[in-house]
Antibody, heavy 121, light 107 residues
Framework: QVQLQQSGPGLVKPSQTLSLTCAIS??????????WNWIRQSPSRGLEWLGR?????????DYALSVKSRITINLDTSKNQLSLQLHSVTPEDTAVYYC???????????WGQGTLVTVSS | DIQMTQSPSSLSASVGDRVTITCQAS??????LNWYQQKPGKAPKLLIY???NLETGVPSRFSGSGSGTDFTFTISSLQPEDIATYYC?????????FGPGTKVDIK
């Protein structure tokens, strides 16, 4: 079955880059009916969609405007590994980060276990 | 962005009670609405997609309805394992947006 296993540091200093990975197993990451997303959750902002990548003859990316200038989402198909980089972080980026599979560009039916990332010096 | 609101923000009910949560979108989203359950320390779990379709393996006591801007999520007979926070989420437009959640506990 589909499994998403997240990894990455739980503490990042302000102004540095937050980097997380999500190892995907049990699925074809290039399928034409799925997209791979990053979503975060904090008490102040709730569940917040950050962006996604998906393959439809070529790879596409969509990003939330709130982070568009400092986010990169990439999928390494040789490793079946989704990655998130969020640059120039501030304490407001402190949150639990999730990777999630989006089926038919509609619903999130598989999620990673979540990674709490704290931005602090 | 499409804003999603939910009510109530929290509720307490007895085992066996019927529980209803409402979700409102700031504009017409047709039936492009999903419901998730989240237990403490866990990722959200998809329960209902396309406003009224039950995800495989989800108990039939959960149901959803609505279209346009107004949606309803119902637990027909509340069970102890249903204690969680429930979220609606729209997929009519980017960015995907979620409601603020409704926390359900046992009275």
């Amino acid at each position: 079955q589909v499994q998403l296993q997240q990894s990455g540091p739980g503490l990042v200093k302000p102004s540095q880059t937050l980097s997380l990975t999500c190892a995907i197993s049990g699925d074809n990451v290039s399928s034409n009916n799925t997209a791979w997303n990053w979503i975060r959750q904090s008490p102040s902002r709730g569940l917040e969609w950050l962006g996604r990548t998906y393959y439809r003859s070529k790879w596409y990316n969509d990003y939330a405007l709130s982070v568009k200038s400092r986010i990169t989402i990439n999928l390494d198909t040789s490793k079946n590994q989704l990655s998130l980089q969020l640059h120039s972080v501030t304490p407001e980026d402190t949150a639990v980060y999730y990777c999630a599979r989006e089926q038919w560009l509609a619903y999130f039916n598989y999620w990673g276990q979540g990674t709490l990332v704290t931005v602090s010096s | 962005d499409i804003q999603m609101t939910q009510s109530p923000s929290s509720l307490s009910a007895s085992v066996g009670d019927r529980v209803t949560i409402t979700c409102q979108a700031s504009q017409d989203i047709s039936n492009y609405l999903n419901w998730y359950q989240q237990k403490p320390g866990k990722a959200p779990k998809l329960l209902i997609y396309d406003a009224s379709n039950l995800e495989t393996g989800v108990p039939s006591r959960f149901s959803g309805s609505g279209s346009g801007t107004d949606f309803t999520f119902t637990i027909s007979s509340l069970q102890p394992e249903d204690i969680a926070t429930y979220y609606c989420q729209q997929y009519d437009n980017l960015p995907r947006t979620f409601g603020p959640g409704t926390k359900v506990d046992i009275k």
